[in-house]
């Protein structure tokens, strides 16, 4: 299965016969990249990793909820910063660990204009897969770069929402869109789906930076400590690019 697909449903990844163990919640689009980092910060640390991927929309209600997470690696900001207002996060842990961007794919014999989403027009569109603009960030920036290229309300009828953007690729994967917008760091993980890409200017979204938090009701708090130094470490920032995100502002 590719790893993108394992976005969509909640799952665990454990390495049995570690001494310690963290939990972390993590937006969809980071899965992959988390993956390899889960790999090496446990052969470095001989610490368990525990992921859950979803919408980030979504984890923060989980959390809310009391959901025994240790770590919360968002898509966004918002959801961290609001996480420490209701005083279910540890302020001083907050940082900025990637920057991504979005992508336009178009599927097998499908048009990809070559000036990419502003030349898109609906007679090119049978479907358009979006994460929840609601829920997950990478949904928002997509429906804010419909509306700065004028398109949103063209497209409208055609747009198909994935409840996270992992499920918004696995509908151009399938065949049932035409075309997605997704996280860029899909166009960086093998097994992708078929067809062809482009990068759509930053300037046509909000900047997508993604926090990370330590939560107060962690089970594992020295653990989610270690996993989140090992985060901003040189070691994770190359993950990082490999993966096409740019790497933490040093003032985050």
Do not use: C
């Amino acid at each position: 299965m590719p790893r993108w697909a394992l976005g969509l449903v909640f799952w665990l990844l454990p390495t049995v016969g570690l001494a310690d163990e963290v939990r972390i919640a993590v937006a969809s689009n980071f899965l992959a990249p988390l993956e390899v980092l889960a790999a090496r910060f446990e052969a470095a640390e001989q610490i368990e990793t525990r992921i859950s991927a979803g919408a980030t929309g979504h984890h923060y209600a989980q959390i809310a909820n009391g959901a025994p997470f240790d770590v919360f690696l968002a898509a966004d900001q918002a959801r961290p910063a609001r996480l420490i207002d209701e005083g279910l996060a540890v302020a001083a842990s907050r940082f900025t660990y990637a920057s991504g961007g979005l992508v336009l794919w178009a599927g097998p014999d499908e048009a990809m204009p070559e000036s990419g989403l502003s030349g898109l027009t609906a007679p090119d569109v049978h479907r358009l897969a979006i994460a929840n603009p609601r829920l997950a960030p990478y949904g928002l920036a997509a429906r804010q770069a419909l509306e700065a290229t004028g398109q949103w309300s063209a497209l409208r009828p055609q747009i198909i929402e994935g409840a996270n953007v992992g499920q918004a690729l696995q509908y151009l994967a399938t065949g049932n869109a035409s075309h997605a917008l997704v996280a860029a760091s899909y166009a960086h993980m093998s097994g992708q789906p078929e067809g062809e890409w482009q990068r759509v200017p930053a300037r046509l979204h909000d900047p997508i930076d993604q926090d990370a938090v330590l939560l107060e009701q962690a089970r594992h708090p020295q653990a989610g400590q270690a996993f989140l130094a090992f985060l901003r470490s040189s070691d994770a920032a190359d993950v990082l690019k490999r993966f096409g995100y740019t790497s933490p502002r040093a003032d985050s």
